[in-house]
Nanobody, 124 residues
Framework: VQLQASGGGLVQDGGSLRLSCAASGRTFSRYVMGWFRQAPGKEREFVAAIRWSPSFTDYADSAKGRFTISWDVAKSTVYLQMTSLKLEDTAVYYC??????????????????WGQGTLVTVSS
């Protein structure tokens, strides 16, 4: 599976941004897809995860109510819609994929496949 993340950029505090993660290589809908982020000097942290079947989504507490993960299976693309962005959301955002039976918990940054990251900078 190859993952290509995009959509990062500079946005003002309170603004919105949508990240995309295009996947290729295998049957996309079989995978659990996750978004993680890593700020300078900090560990990579879970943001959101989604599974097609059975349907499942979950969010980090910091993302609940502000971020929405979704996907377009036909386009093999996962999205992360981010609203009400805060300065502390500034980070490199990574998408990741793994099979549901891998033994990896979806909230841990131990996925098998990773995209290259896209930088989100929130300014005041």
């Amino acid at each position: 599976v190859q993952l290509q993340a995009s959509g990062g950029g500079l946005v003002q505090d309170g603004g919105s941004l949508r990240l995309s993660c295009a996947a290729s290589g295998r049957t996309f809908s079989r995978y659990v897809m996750g978004w993680f982020r890593q700020a300078p000097g900090k560990e990579r942290e879970f943001v959101a995860a989604i599974r097609w079947s059975p349907s499942f989504t979950d969010y980090a507490d910091s993302a609940k109510g502000r971020f929405t993960i979704s996907w377009d299976v036909a386009k093999s693309t996962v999205y992360l819609q981010m609203t009400s962005l805060k300065l502390e959301d500034t980070a490199v955002y990574y998408c990741a994929a793994d099979t549901p039976d891998s033994g990896t918990h979806y909230s841990r940054p131990e996925y098998k496949y990773w995209g290259q990251g896209t930088l989100v900078t929130v300014s005041s």
